[in-house]
């Protein structure tokens, strides 16, 4: 039976990989993509979509009860997939209101007009409402800590993973108090295609391409444990599948690095194809590759961000073991797919950055 699925922040980085994911692994399902269109939120990251029948875009703000409501009932929704949020920890600290807002007060509405919708009138209809978040609620870990597994104390320390572990324990009282049909996931650092050009990776990546600096925190030793989104994104599809109701996931691919050795990477790869390539040298003129020197000339090493959480590593047993969950990507031939789509798609990156 085909699924009517609302997937909110589809305009964004992993909710935009999700749809095509979704769309082509489920072509019979109906989605419905629900989105703010904030800075983060790019309509032409679903524009593949537009003239897909099974498809369907509604601009509007996941705090917007009436909104939601309207879109559950009119899409005979069954299945909510939630990714909307404010997701930049640098923002987080500078300006915490909208975290508040959007990841707390808006997950809540979600949850409340999701229980209206399914659970108020007579008999429950089938449903599930799965949450997508992040290791970041798990606090930091010392150097040889244990990655983190579902049980670990919730200890988020920046605006963003605070806002995000509210929601988590927002989702988690909504099954047991009033039976909602939940699940969750807590994932890794993403990277991957449509990754708005202020997070480490298409930063660097974008910055090489124009010779502009790559600006480090710290020594850049902080270390992150990093997933390519399509490996992510098979990860909430199993869950959705066969995960538990009421049950928490997480979702990683057991690949720590530290900052310095991912912008290192990043610098080696994109050398290579500048070496390999000579018409990358006139397209991109300022990039340290089309006069044969290395990108790692531009690393820039920055004071570093209040708070800045050491390590993060994802204990991802539970869901290798259970569901039979295993990624797809090295880091190696992630950052070889990423940095191809980025290359072919300038045209998407260059209006996003600033001047
Ligand atoms: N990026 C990562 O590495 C990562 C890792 C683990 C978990 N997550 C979680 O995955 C989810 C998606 O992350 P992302 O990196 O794609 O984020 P993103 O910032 O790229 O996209 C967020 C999307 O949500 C939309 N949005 C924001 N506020 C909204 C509102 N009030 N109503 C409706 N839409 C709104 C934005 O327009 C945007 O399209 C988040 O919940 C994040 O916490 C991200």
Do not use: C, M, Y
């Given at each position: 039976m085909p699924k009517s699925l609302l997937v909110t922040g589809a305009a964004g980085f992993i909710g935009a990989n999700f749809v095509h994911y979704w769309m082509q692994h489920h072509p019979e399902d109906k989605v419905v993509a629900y989105d703010a269109l904030t800075y983060a939120g790019n309509r032409a990251n679903l524009d593949p979509l537009r003239d897909n029948k099974n498809f369907s875009f509604i601009h509007a703000d996941i705090c917007d009860y009436d909104s939601v409501l309207q879109a559950l009932r009119e899409h005979s929704v069954d299945t909510v997939v939630h990714f909307a949020a404010e997701s930049?920890?640098?923002?987080?600290?500078?300006?915490?209101?909208?975290?508040?807002?959007?990841?707390?007060?808006?997950?809540?509405?979600?949850?409340?007009?999701?229980?209206?919708?399914?659970?108020?009138?007579?008999?429950?209809?089938?449903?599930?409402?799965?949450h997508v978040s992040t290791d970041e609620v798990y606090g930091s870990l010392s150097v040889d800590a244990p990655g983190f597994h579902e049980q670990q104390k919730y200890e988020p320390n920046s605006p963003y993973s605070a806002s995000k572990a509210a929601s988590d324990h927002l989702v988690r009282a909504y099954h047991h108090t009033y039976g909602l049909q939940v699940s969750t996931s807590n994932c890794s650092n993403n990277y991957g295609p449509y990754h708005f050009p202020e997070k480490l990776v298409p930063l660097c990546l974008t910055n090489i391409l124009r010779g502009r600096a790559l600006p480090v925190y710290g020594d850049g030793s902080n270390i992150r444990d990093w997933l390519y989104v399509e490996d992510h994104c098979r990860g909430i599809e199993l869950v959705l599948e066969k995960g538990q109701v009421g049950e928490t996931y997480n979702i990683g691919g057991n690949n720590e690095w530290n900052n310095l050795d991912i912008v290192h990477l990043l610098c080696d790869q994109l050398d290579a194809r500048f070496a390999q390539d000579s018409s990358l040298a006139e397209r991109f003129p300022d990039a340290p590759g089309s006069s044969g020197r290395s990108a790692r000339d531009l690393i820039k090493f920055v004071e570093d961000r209040a708070g800045h959480d050491w390590r993060y590593a994802i204990d991802a047993t539970r869901i290798m073991d259970e569901l039979g969950y295993k990624p797809y990507e090295s880091f190696e031939t992630g950052l070889q797919r990423t940095l191809d789509w980025y290359l072919a798609n300038e045209d998407w990156w260059r209006p996003l950055l600033p001047e």
């Open positions: 930049h920890v640098d923002r987080s600290i500078t300006g915490p209101d909208a975290f508040i807002e959007t990841n707390i007060v808006g997950t809540h509405t979600l949850l409340k007009a999701a229980r209206e919708v399914w659970l108020s009138g007579g008999e429950a209809q089938p449903h599930r409402f799965h």
